[in-house]
């Protein structure tokens, strides 16, 4: 890479059709960048689309002022000629690097690659693809649109360039940044998590109802839900994910996951994307 400032970025390719990926292409279409959404599964890019279109419809007047910036397509070789690669798929290692392999082929030389975990290792990442140092960690919070945050994580290789290019995008998009060492969970969900994991340990052992135990912190520590609550907006699968990470990657049994949360996931209650979690989302 050169050293001649941030590689602009105009185009920009988001790997998942799921929350965080639709989020991030609402957040980019609204910055006037050129956006292709890809996922495996047309049905999915269509309606993926059609939300995103609607949402915005809201805020722009009219859809067909979308047209021409906003795109899907169920083959990753559509990718090829964006600016700027945000992967957005399941919190899996394996999952992404094999996103990767088959990807990176296709990227042009001077793309840059991203990654929206919310724990993997940026470094281990990038070493499944051909650009380490054009790779780096973009980590969203949920919802994208509302939230201001982006955490930045460079791996052992991120160039500056690649650094300051991601800043770029950040602020393009209206957000606000946080720069974090390559370290498992990184900075926002090292302390959320541990505090959600222990909530689930005090219903686990007794100690609360779910109730009390969302309105205590909520009310006690004045925070805009509880920590039930955001597991379950989160997704449990993906805070068990997580916490996984923490306890295996720092070796620290403070971080072993609650094995109510390790039933809840098996029972395939993952909050509410699947109607149930500590709450119930299928009635009114």
Known sequence: MNDQGPIPIRSVGIIGAGQMGLGIAQV???????????????ERVCEGIEKVRHSLSRKVGEDRRLEGTFSGSDSIGDLGNCDLVVEAATENENIKKNIFEGLCPILKP????TTNTSSLSITRLAKSTDRPDRFMGIHFMNPVPVMKLVELVRGMATSQQTYEAAKSFAAQLGKQVTTSEDSPAFIVNRIILP????????????VGSIEAIDTGVRLGANHPMGPLQLADFIGLDTCLAIMRVLHEGLADPKYRPCPLLVRYVEAGWLGRKAGRGFYDYRGK
Do not use: K, P, T
């Open 195 to 206: 505090m959600i994991n222990e909530a689930i340990f005090a219903l686990y052992e007794g």
């Open 28 to 42: 980019s279409l609204q910055a006037g960048l050129s956006v292709r959404l890809y996922d495996v599964s047309n």
């Open 110 to 113: 001077e793309a840059i690659l």
